[in-house]
């Protein structure tokens, strides 16, 4: 029995020294600073692919090693130093290039001489695929480095400290400093001292980063036509018909969309927009019917949305709600007057995503409500009806920000006239008793910008 009990013992301490040895040969680590927009994600890509593997030192250690000594990750010397003091088999860092879908993360290892061992890119960072890539490539590349520097032991590493250390101190003075540390020796540490979860890295972003608006600002001129038909009676029990047409003008627009929960840290809250959109007319005049007269008109329209939209893998779908104001300034005369529109406007909207940030299409449809008609209802009778509108967009984004859009809509008013009480019409210009009217308008648009 006592026999057994021993071998037994045997076994358990041959398999905790053995245990201790593989320990003890894992590589240890540190993850510098991806340069570049989205480092920070794939920084912690590559955490989460060698979190098993390798053995982590804090990144703030490193930054104090760097700032103690005046030198940067850049450069060999700093990474040398960073590996020295530490002190771990590997420094890894790297950037980031381009944007959205082209983004790529260079990721690179340097031994503990500070020199690269080997790199490669993988991205993009921040998707679901890109991510997969930039874990696979981590992998790739610590198996290579492993094969051309294999790590150091924690005898060897402290040896290489003591030979970096200055040499000015008597050796009695020396000794103690270089081998009494504890946090010198990796395997004597605490697991968590080293170690530097991927929890804690992604709760580490800076609040600049994860709280960033994204903002899309953009501006263009394009050509827009507009027909307005006002059905009156014509004072002998049948009807007639006043027609507007302003033939293709200049239209100057402008157009601002801001997400500024995009990069929240809870994906439910990112789909909230602010959307403002607003043109005007220029060199536009108005002739009317039978007249050689030209009378100064002034068009301007504004749209103030709100709304949430919900992403999906390759669009987003959502809807809007806002208010709108349409005005068509004209010159007094007795054919037409001026005519505003203050409506409430409600619909769906839906982005395809062809090439991430790079191409898609939106497509937007709305039901609009008017409060107010301005004097058409004045002039023709109290007002009531509806409207709707509806636009087909292409835009984008290219690496460096700059944003482009072009945009084909059109949005339509129809008026219900109730009359003047006892046909009495008030003293304005061009009154009558009005019937219905049908305002159309079409726009084409071309939009540069910028968004960020």
Request: hydrophobic content about 40%.
């Amino acid at each position: 029995m006592k026999g057994r009990f021993s071998i037994a013992m045997l076994m358990a301490g041959w398999l905790f020294a053995h245990a201790s040895g593989v320990s003890a040969q894992q590589p240890s680590a540190v993850v510098m600073d991806f340069t570049g927009k989205g480092g920070d994600k794939a920084r912690i890509q590559v955490i989460r692919a060698l979190r098993d593997r390798v053995t982590f030192a804090k990144k703030s250690a490193a930054r104090e090693v760097l700032a103690k000594k005046g030198l940067s990750a850049s450069s060999v010397a700093g990474r040398a130093a960073v590996a020295s003091e530490l002190p771990v088999d590997y420094v890894i860092w790297g950037s980031i290039r381009g944007r959205g879908s082209s983004a790529r993360a260079k990721i690179r290892i340097a031994g503990p001489k500070g020199k690269e061992i080997t790199s490669r890119e993988a991205g993009p960072p921040g998707t679901s695929k890109g991510n997969a890539r930039i874990q696979k490539a981590s992998l790739s590349l610590l198996a290579k480095a492993l094969a051309t520097a294999p790590p150091q032991s924690s005898r060897q590493k402290r040896a290489e400290a003591r030979k970096t250390a200055p040499a000015a101190a008597a050796p009695a003075v020396v000794a103690p400093a270089v081998v009494a540390p504890v946090a010198a020796a990796p395997s004597s540490a605490p697991t968590a001292e080293l170690e530097e979860p991927v929890a804690i890295e992604i709760s580490a972003r800076t609040s600049a980063d994860a709280y960033a608006p994204y903002v899309t600002l953009l501006g263009g001129a394009g050509g827009r036509l507009r027909t307005i038909e006002v059905n009156i009676d014509d004072g002998s029990g049948g009807t007639s018909t006043r027609k507007y047409e302003s033939g293709v003008y200049l239209d100057i627009v402008f157009r601002l969309e801001v997400r500024p929960l995009a990069k929240h840290r809870t994906p439910g809250i990112r789909g909230f927009a602010l959307e403002a959109d607003g043109d005007f007319g220029v060199g536009l005049d108005t002739q009317p019917p039978g007249s050689t007269t030209r009378l100064d008109t002034k068009a301007w329209r504004v749209l103030g949305q709100v709304g949430y939209f919900h992403r999906f893998t390759k669009g987003e779908l959502g809807g809007l709600i806002g208010i709108g104001f349409d005005r068509l300034q004209l010159e007094t005369n007795g054919f037409l007057p001026s005519i505003d529109y203050l409506f409430l406007r409600l619909g769906p909207a839906y982005r395809h995503i062809f090439i991430e940030r790079t191409l898609h299409l939106r497509v937007d449809a709305g039901f609009r409500y008017p409060f107010s008609y301005g004097d058409l209802s004045n002039t023709f009778g109290e007002a009531k009806g509806f409207g709707f509108d509806a636009a087909l967009t292409i835009g984008g984004e290219l690496d460096l920000g700059f944003a482009y859009a072009a945009r084909l809509s059109f949005d339509y008013f129809k008026p219900q006239f109730s009359g003047f009480e006892g046909a009495t019409l008030p003293p304005l210009p061009g009154a009558a008793q009005g019937r219905d009217a049908t305002d159309l308008g079409i726009s084409f648009h071309v939009m540069l910008g910028w968004a960020f």
